[in-house]
């Protein structure tokens, strides 16, 4: 591992696509090595310990558990 920069994919139990939109299917369902991939839209860092540090999202919010919080508000209370 070399701490590279990406964006973040699921694999797993991963729909078939957005419902008819094979525009958007195409840009965000994959197959890579033959596994079936979803690429989030989320910017993210693989450490070399192995774990995996995020470092941005596309759609300018972030999912944390079980709360969504958009950058600019005040999430200092949050984290």
């Not at 310990?49 to 949050?78: C, K, M, W």
Request: proline letters at 3%.
């Amino acid at each position: 591992m070399t701490d590279a920069a990406g964006w973040l994919a699921k694999t797993g139990a991963v729909p078939i696509g957005y419902y008819k939109d094979e525009e958007k299917t195409g840009r965000l369902f994959k197959t890579v090595d033959g596994t079936r991939v979803v690429v989030t839209d989320d910017r993210a860092r693989a450490e070399r310990e192995g774990s995996v540090t995020l470092i941005g999202s596309g759609n300018r919010a972030f999912d944390v558990v079980y709360l969504r919080e958009q950058p600019g508000h005040d999430n200092e209370n949050v984290f």
